[in-house]
């Protein structure tokens, strides 16, 4: 499983923040990613981000968010 951290290197989060970002990353397995779909993890951690960005702090709201967004329009 990858690692969020590389991703966060022009962001200034603190500790909590850095592990409010990482536990949603569980969302490439939950979306059944494979580890080469760098593209996809991509865009999953650079979403991630971006709601941490905005204030969002709650790993759980984080994850429902992305997942949400990321099966919209699956049937």
Do not use: H
């Amino acid at each position: 499983m990858g690692n969020i951290i590389p991703f966060l290197r022009d962001c200034a989060f603190g500790p909590e923040d850095i592990s409010a970002c990482r536990e949603p990353w569980m969302i490439c397995a939950a979306l059944q990613l494979p580890e080469r779909d760098k593209d996809a993890r991509r865009m999953i951690a650079e979403r991630i981000i971006s709601l941490a960005k905005c204030g969002e702090r709650s790993a759980v709201q984080i994850r429902d968010r992305v997942l949400k967004e990321a099966t919209a329009g699956v049937a």
